[in-house]
């Protein structure tokens, strides 16, 4: 049973461009989230999906950044119109449950604008 | 590679008692970071504490504060006066260039 899988790894955009971060959860989880590192902070929340729907986003930049997680296929987060202050890790997570099990996280995708 | 091990997947404390969660790691780096995080019910990961690799002096929250022992690779948690809310999901993470989490430790608090 592979684990959460993430790519690219790494990830170079020039300003304005747009980044596409995918994320493929365990096999069987159907839940899923994204969370975003900056460098020297921990990670921060950005969303929570369920197959098709979206749960919680209450950590989600209102422009440029969205998410999905389609019936079939990785999650894709999505970020248009990058800018310098974007640049960071972007961690995925997948759990079984909602409230049960823990969250198995991805190894992430860092995201570099130029 | 970096790996970290938390060895517990679940703890049980009892109200206004000590917990300690147990964590270790692997890497051949002489300058990282060492991370708690807590995953309450609301699945935003919070960060409970954080160590320096190069201060010996151990790190401490409030309540929560840390046994960081670089020679043997240890980075446990210690919890004073559990509370209920402190009932989460807590992940010990590596941070070097990537940042590795253990599998978690499930911790109940029972009133």
């Known amino acids: 049973n592979a684990g959460v899988m993430q790519n690219p790894r790494h990830l170079v955009r020039r300003r304005g461009q747009e980044a596409r971060l995918r994320c493929s959860p365990m096999?069987?989880?159907?839940?899923v989230y994204w969370y975003r590192q900056l460098p020297e902070e921990g990670l921060k929340f950005m969303v929570y999906l369920q197959k098709e729907n979206i749960i919680d986003e209450s950590g989600m930049p209102k422009e440029r950044f969205s998410a999905e997680f389609p019936k079939e296929g990785p999650s894709i987060l999505r970020i248009q119109q990058v800018v310098r202050g974007d640049s960071a890790a972007y961690f995925c997570a997948s759990s079984l449950y909602d409230g049960d099990t823990e969250a198995f996280f991805g190894q992430g995708t860092r995201l570099t604008v130029v | 590679a970096q790996t970290v091990t938390q060895s517990q997947p679940e703890m049980s404390v009892q109200e206004a008692e000590t917990v300690t969660l147990s964590c270790t790691y692997d890497t051949s780096e002489s300058d990282y970071y060492l991370f708690w995080y807590k995953q309450p019910p609301s699945r935003q990961m919070i960060l409970v504490i954080r160590q320096e690799a190069y201060k010996q002096q151990n790190a401490t929250e409030n309540r929560f504060s840390v046994n960081f022992q670089k020679a043997a690779k240890s980075f446990s948690l210690k919890i004073s006066d559990s509370q209920l809310g402190d009932a989460a999901m807590y992940f010990c993470a590596y941070r070097n260039n990537d940042m590795r989490f253990g599998a978690g430790t499930r911790l109940t608090v029972k009133p």
């Open positions: 096999k069987g989880h159907s839940h």
